[in-house]
């Protein structure tokens, strides 16, 4: 606990950039509560930038009631997400599927008659599984990590059915 002389002396001290935008953070929660105008705010940012210690800082919050903390924002989120992944790969067969399009157009035009469209047993089958992989979502599933002593009441073993002490 600091004495009051003590809490008197570190009001003394210069403010850091930190606490500098801490207040500045809470002006701009009243401006967006209405209490302050904008105009009103840009010469309080104006003092807080300008002061030297903190009891100058704070002086700018004196005339404002205390708001209580903000609620962490909330995402929306939505029920499907496609891991990290899974994009990577999508972007992957996007780029293979079009390189091989793209040789298969430029034989496709400067051999005489038709050329097989090979293309599609590169394209087809990587696509369709995933396709399956990204709709079934069943790499989302939590699987058990090697290790954890849930893992394996998770699996169907234990250390005490192979033999070993438990812990």
């Not at 302050?36 to 009891?55: G, H, I, N, P």
């Amino acid at each position: 606990m600091t004495s009051p002389i003590g809490r008197s002396a570190q009001q003394n001290y210069r403010p850091s950039d930190a606490e500098r935008q801490q207040v500045i953070d809470e002006l701009t929660r009243h401006v967006t509560a209405g209490r302050l105008s904008v105009t009103e705010f840009d010469d309080r940012a104006d003092q807080v930038y300008k002061s030297v210690t903190r009891s100058r800082v704070q002086r700018v919050l004196e005339d404002l009631p205390e708001l209580p903390e903000p609620l962490p924002p909330v995402g929306v989120r939505s029920r499907f997400q496609v891991p990290l992944h899974l994009k990577i790969e999508w972007t992957v067969w996007f780029s293979l599927s079009a390189i091989n399009l793209v040789i298969w157009g430029i034989l496709a035009l400067t051999v005489d008659g038709s050329v097989y469209p090979w293309p599609i047993w590169v394209i087809a089958p990587w696509g369709t599984l995933l396709t399956i992989r990204t709709l079934t979502g069943w790499e989302n599933r939590k699987t058990p990590k090697l290790g954890d002593d849930n893992a394996r009441t998770a699996i169907g073993t234990s250390a005490h059915t192979r033999g070993r002490p438990r812990r």
